[in-house]
Each structure stands twice: as C-alpha cells, then as structure tokens.
C-alpha cells in the first residue's frame, strides 16, 4: 500500500502561552504530535489566578458564579464550602452527556491544546497542576473519548469537554480514552501512561469545560484543509484550461485590477504563473470560455476573501478567554469580587465563520464540477473523446467519476445550510439563546471533504484529458442520417480510428506538467475500464496531504498566492 507523504510540519517543542498560538501550531500538535509545554509567564498567570480563587474559598464571602453558586438556572442557588469539590464533581458527570461516534483523534488534540491555551491566559482560575496533566496526556497520547453531538454552542461545548475532563478526573468513575490505538477505560489509558489523574477543586471543573473550544478545533482543521483546497482548486482549474484549450484573457491583470478584490487577483495570478509557457492555451480561435472557466477568479477569488475572514475569527478564538466568570486581577482595588460573569463562551463568532466557509467552500466543489462534466462531454470538450476514454461505447470511462462529484455537489448543498440561524433555548430559558456553532464547525468539515474529492476528480479528469493533448491526439466527429422512411432522423456519433487523429502534439506549462506527473505517478492513464474507486482514493489522498500542491510549487520555484493577508491585523 502507499504510504501517503506527510506534510513539512514543525518539530521542536511548542510553548503555550495564550495569546500567540496558530492555526498551523493546532495543525502540528493535532497531526504530527508535536510537543506542547506551558511557558513561564503562563505558570506565572496561572498561579496568581488561582491564588486569589483559594483566597475566596477560604475566606467564604464572596459569591462567584460556578465556585460557590450552581450553574446555569440554578445560579442562585448558594453551595456551601465544604460541598464546592463535589460542585466540580456533579458537574462533570451530569454534563458527560454526548452522543455519536467519537471525534477524530485529530479533532481531540486540537481541542486539548486550545483548551490549554486557554487557560494558559490566567483568567479562569484552574491550578497549574491540572492544565499540566492536561497537557501530560496530549503529550503522550492519552485521547479522551469525545462524543460528537450533544454540543449548542453556548456555555461553550459543555457534553464533549465534559468528557474530556472524565478522563482527567482521579476522584470520578467512568469516562474512556485511546491510548496507542486501543480504546479502554480513562483510568487505565492515564496508568499506562504513567500520568497521574487530579483531584477537581472549586472551579476547575467549569473552567475546563466553559467555553466553545470544540467548535474552534473543528474550525481550525476544517480552515487548514480549505485554505491549501483553495490552491488545489486552482491547479485543477489550470490543468482543465488546458485540456479544453482555454482562453487565458480572463485572467489579464487589468480585468482583476479592474474589480479590486484580493482574492480573485491572487486566484488570477496564481493560474497565469500554472499556464506559462502552455501550448494548448489560447490555441484556438474561441473568443471566450463558460463561465465555469471564464468567471473562476471571481468565484475562487471570493472563496479565498472569505477564508481570510475565516482565518481572522479562529486566529482570535484560539487565543481567546472563552470561560465564565473571568477573573481579572488588575481590577479597580475598590473591587473586591475580581470575577466578571459574562459571555465569551458564546460561539456566535465561530457559528458564523463556520457557516461562511462551508458555503464558500461548497462553491468550489460547485464549480469545479461543472468543469468536469465539460470534460467528459465529447460536445463541450473541443475534440476530447466520450468520458475521456478510447473506444467509448464499449468503455465508460470516467462517466462515473461525474457522478461522485455530482452526489457531493448536492450533499454540501444539504450540508452548507447554516446553522447559526437556529437556536434553540436551554437550562430553563436561562440560556435563551445558543449559537450552534458546533454544528456549524462539524459541518464545514464535512463540506471540505466533500470538496476535496470534488477537486480530485477534476483533477483526475484533467490529468486523463491531458493525456490525449500530450499525444496530439483530437476526435472528431460525423453524423449521417438514415432511416428517413420511417419519419425518424437517427444521429450516429462515430470516431475516426479508436485512439483518434494525430492533429499537433503539444506541450504542457510548467506548473501543470508537474501537477500532471505527481498525478501519473502514481495512477495510470485508464485505457479501458477498471474500477474507480482505488484512483479516486488516491488522488484524493494526494489533494488532502498536499502532494500534488507542493510538486507545483517545488516546479516553480516559489509557493503560489496565499489567502492574503489583509484582515488579518485589523487596524
């Protein structure tokens, strides 16, 4: 079997300290296990934080919501000092309620290290013991079972978390977690690892699972995976351009200039560099393309315009104080009670970010769709064969291929409906409004697979497609009528020569014959029918770990236009 290359990652140890961590950081820790320890100024944070939440407990006269008040509807209610541990303890058991299949590995270590830099920023009132043990179990593999439904979005992602923290827990039964592969119970997998479990104090239970870290982690793999989709996607449009014998004034500069819009200036430069020194380009007489060719910077441009905004909203949540109360120390000294009950656990910012790249996200599959089905028609292909193989007919080709991708347009449709518009309130009306951006994030990543397959079979298409264009072959068609007595017209569609008519042979540009080459290394030309199903595997394979992108980037030289830059620093 093929073993799928791993993308260039970072490997030395990553400090966390709650207000410098990045999307390709989650990445590395979530995929590549890279290492993961607190800073000293986050110890730091951290201690002073809980020093003053010990103060409060021992002290007794302070009220602070989720330390010595039940949650949610039942805020009012007083709990007594010798019953605040087991205040921690109810609610981690009552809240480990989710359902479903268990998050991915990947979704789980995201959500551990945000959830650490989180607290690493010192306003919740956690011990340093307790987010060590946290990060003790990133480190060595101990990934707590997480259901992956059950989650509102508001009072952050309270079922899953809580799962988490069952894990965590000496003093709580239940809870399971995989450890080198194998599923087992949470006591177990931590006795394996050699980490030793906490025992929760007052607070620490609401402050590992306020907030809407889930939410963020799922976001923050699903906009990776789109931003280096959106490279793909440009790759596969250039290499259809190609096959089709495209027309490249669409892209001028002074067309995208024209409109000023960041992104479908970079999508246009991005495929003029792919086309240079192309022979098949602007190698007909046709004054202008479809739209799904013509009209992709606009489309893919608004794409990358999106993922920009995207990428400012998770660049935020990551290092954001999602908990609830927050406690801030430099408060005016005529204010005892350093506690703000709030609401940054609320996931409206990720509900609607999430909601955004899945529909953004799902028009790239839209339209590189449409491109494939361009290919397969031998009416719209420009001398390209039926379903893109010889003796069609006998052959189907890669007709199917169309198929898949039309299944996954439709299902994105389904998927990229948003879920911010909905709430539905909860704890006795109390939390009257909810986000759902968990919803939202679980989706978008589903929207991005589905997107990803959608491109590798435009890629795939284009690849077989250029085969015929390499070897100059062109089939051309001739139509007869017959049976006129009847009052029928009868059309017969049939080729000159089963491999077609040598007309020119031409040359591929740089960028696209590297596309073309990583792509036919490893899946050949199909020359009569197989089953689809292992290319389409790997081709996708290859489009999600980035192989097909990197042999581009490696051919020309120098990495194509990113997402841009302009929202991230906001003024």
């Known amino acids: 079997m093929h073993q799928q290359k791993a993308e260039p990652h970072h490997s030395g ?15 590395d820790v979530a995929r590549h296990s890279r290492r993961v320890e607190l800073s000293t100024d986050a110890v730091e944070k951290v201690e002073r934080c809980r020093a003053w939440v010990d103060h409060v407990v021992e002290e ?34 009552s809240h480990s309620a989710g359902v479903g ?46 259901p992956e439904k059950g989650s509102v979005g508001a009072s952050g992602d309270l079922a899953p978390l809580s799962h988490l923290v069952l894990a965590l827990s000496q003093d709580i039964e239940g809870g399971e977690a995989f450890y080198q592969g194998r599923r087992m119970e949470a006591k177990e997998a931590m006795r394996r690892a050699g ?29 990776y995976d789109a931003q280096k989709l959106a490279k793909s996607a440009e790759i ?10 495209g027309v490249s004034d669409a892209f001028h500069e002074k067309v995208q200039a024209a409109r000023g819009h960041d992104g479908q200036i970079r999508c246009a430069t991005n495929v003029l560099r792919l086309l240079e020194g192309s022979e098949l380009i602007d190698s007909t007489d046709r004054v202008q393309d479809a739209y799904s060719l013509r009209c992709a910077p606009q489309v893919i441009g608004a794409v990358r315009d999106v993922l920009a905004f995207v990428r ?29 009950s709030c609401g940054n656990f609320h996931g409206e910012p990720l509900a609607l970010a999430m909601d955004m790249l899945s529909m953004a996200v799902a028009e790239l599959g839209n339209i590189s769709e449409r491109r494939t089905f361009r290919l397969l028609d031998n009416t719209l292909s420009a001398g390209l064969p039926p379903m893109l193989v010889e003796d069609s007919g006998v052959n189907n080709g890669l007709m ?50 589905n997107a990803e397959q959608i491109v590798s079979i435009e890629m795939l298409c284009a690849a077989q497609a250029l085969d015929f264009r390499r070897a100059g072959l062109e089939f051309t068609t ?94």
């Open 195 to 223: 980490i030793e479990p906490v025992v929760l104090k007052a607070k620490e239970g609401l402050a590992l699972i306020n907030g809407s870290t889930v939410s963020a982690a799922l976001g923050a793999l699903a906009m």
């Open 236 to 245: 596969a449009l250039a290499m259809s351009l190609e096959a089709l014998r």
């Open 60 to 93: 007794g006269k302070l009220t602070v919501y989720g330390l010595n008040t039940g949650f949610g509807s039942l805020a009012e209610v007083s709990v007594a000092q010798d019953m605040i541990e087991t205040l921690s303890r109810n609610m981690i058991v």
């Open 400 to 449: 199917m291929a169309q198929y898949v991708s039309a299944a996954l347009v439709s299902d994105n449709k389904t998927l990229a409906h948003p879920d911010s518009v909905d709430s539905i309130p909860t704890s006795a009306n109390q939390e009257d409004h909810v986000s759902m951006s968990t919803n939202a994030a679980r989706h978008a990543r589903e929207v991005v697979w």
């Open 312 to 340: 400012l909203v998770l660049s935020r949540e990551i290092n954001a104080a999602t908990d609830n109360p927050l406690i801030f120390l430099d408060l005016p000294p005529g204010r005892e009670n350093k506690a703000i």
């Open 101 to 146: 299949p268990p998050l991915d590995e990947e979704v789980v270590r995201a959500t551990m290290l945000i959830r650490a830099n989180t607290l690493a920023k010192g306003h919740s009132g956690i011990r340093v013991t307790t987010l060590q043990t946290l990060l003790d179990m990133l480190n060595k593999g101990v990934h707590p079972v997480m």
């Open 478 to 571: 001739s139509r007869w009528e017959g049976d006129e007595g009847l009052g029928r017209t009868r059309k017969v569609v049939e080729y000159e020569l089963k491999s077609g008519k040598v007309v020119n042979k031409a040359g591929l540009a740089k960028g696209t014959e590297a596309a073309y080459k990583a792509i036919r290394r490893e899946i050949d030309h199909l020359s009569s029918d197989r089953p689809l199903y292992p290319d389409l595997e790997r081709i996708a394979a290859m489009v999600h770990a980035g192989e097909i992108l990197r042999a581009v980037e490696g051919a020309l030289g120098a990495p194509l236009e990113g997402i841009g830059e302009l929202l991230l620093k906001p003024e």
């Open 13 to 27: 140890t990553l400090l966390t300290d709650g207000n410098s961590l990045t999307v390709e950081d989650v990445i």
